[in-house]
Nanobody, 124 residues
Framework: VQLQASGGGLVQTGGCLRL?????????????WSWFRQAAGKEREFVAG???????VYADSVMGRFTISRDTAKTAVFLQMNDLKPVDTATYYC???????????????????WGQGTQVTVSS
């Protein structure tokens, strides 16, 4: 499985971006599918994800501002990011795996497949 992330860029505080992550032409039904981010000098952290059963999960820091969605064919997942803040500046990665259980959805080591990352920079 290959994942391709895109949609990053430079925005001002309060702006919005929509990230996309496309699977390599195949459906990822029954896969957990998540977004993580890593700011400079910090560890990678969970942002938002879909459980294998389709439930959405969010980090507290983005709740109410970010929305994860996916296409009906389950070949792509999106992250709509609104009201962006400088603390959201990071490289964003998508990840997927069919063996992630709900309690591990926030654990990066639970994911086997990763996209290459897309940079999001929020200026103050």
């Amino acid at each position: 499985v290959q994942l391709q992330a895109s949609g990053g860029g430079l925005v001002q505080t309060g702006g919005c971006l929509r990230l996309s992550c496309a699977a390599s032409g195949r459906s990822l039904k029954q896969y957990a599918w998540s977004w993580f981010r890593q700011a400079a000098g910090k560890e990678r952290e969970f942002v938002a994800g879909f459980t294998r059963s389709g439930g959405s999960v969010y980090a507290d820091s983005v709740m109410g501002r970010f929305t994860i969605s996916r296409d009906t064919a389950k070949t792509a997942v999106f992250l709509q990011m609104n009201d962006l803040k400088p603390v959201d500046t990071a490289t964003y990665y998508c990840a997927a795996d069919r063996n992630v259980i709900n309690s591990n959805i926030r654990t990066q080591s639970a994911y086997h497949y990763w996209g290459q990352g897309t940079q999001v920079t929020v200026s103050s």
